[in-house]
């Protein structure tokens, strides 16, 4: 059973394209939600979120919570090759020390 | 360290051998963290260590996966008589303290069950 759902699970896109990509969660104890990517083997933190509609913003990638839906958004504007990657979303429980992790969605930026 | 730091960072192994994989923390980090990856799938949760101990065991797939580590630091994960569906990338994280956020990644160690 999949507590983290992510989508789409890949996307092509051309450079300069805005990107959405989606991740819902069921958690009962939610904390946080925490946004990675992974280019190669090591993921990278982007983003937490702990609280609803404040979103959070680095660059040209932002991302956005909503508690009462149980989703989260993350968008990447005017793209660029290097955005190429795995986009990991990931949930921490309160009281927990493991991430759950999504399955990932596999973006490439082509020229 | 600087960064956490895996090895080896590929491993082809023939079924039935035992594999050792290793990990070095961030220098001052108390928690460590194992996750599996296989192909096409997110990150699947193996083991935490707070310090020395490791107080859930649970996400080890079966009794051949174990793990330990020693003075606050190093960590190995060994796999016995390895199976096919081992394969995966073997991702190890640690962070400050432990509490699910604030994690560092290593690049992984990517093994191949033949």
């Known amino acids: 059973e999949d507590k983290v759902v992510q989508s789409p699970l890949s996307l092509v896109v051309h450079e300069g394209d805005t990107v959405t990509l989606n991740c819902s969660y069921e958690v009962t104890n939610f904390r946080s939600l925490l946004w990675y990517k992974q280019e190669k083997k090591a993921p990278t933190f982007l983003f937490m979120l702990?609280?609803?509609?404040i979103e959070k913003k680095s660059g040209r990638l932002s991302s956005i919570l909503d508690k009462k839906e149980l989703f989260s958004i993350l968008n990447i504007t005017a793209t660029q090759t290097g955005d190429s990657a795995v986009y990991l979303c990931?949930?921490?429980?309160?009281?927990?020390?493991?991430?759950?992790f999504g399955k990932g969605t596999k973006l490439s930026v082509i020229p | 360290g600087a960064g956490v730091s895996q090895s080896p960072s590929n491993k082809v192994t023939e079924k039935g051998k035992d594999v050792e994989l290793r990990c070095d923390p961030i220098?001052?980090?108390?928690?460590l963290y194992w996750y599996r990856q296989s192909l096409g799938q997110g990150l699947e949760f193996l083991i935490y260590f707070q310090g020395n101990s490791a107080p859930d065991k649970s996400g080890l797939p079966s009794d051949r996966f174990s793990a330990e580590r020693t003075g606050g630091s190093v960590s190995t994960l060994t796999i016995q008589r390895t199976q096919q569906e081992d394969s995966a990338v073997y991702l190890c994280a640690s962070s400050l303290f432990g509490g699910g956020y604030g994690y560092t990644f290593g690049s992984g160690t990517r093994l191949t069950v033949v």
């Open positions: 990931s949930y921490s429980g309160a009281g927990s020390y493991q991430l759950t």
């Open positions: 702990t609280s609803s509609g």
């Open positions: 220098s001052g980090h108390t928690a």
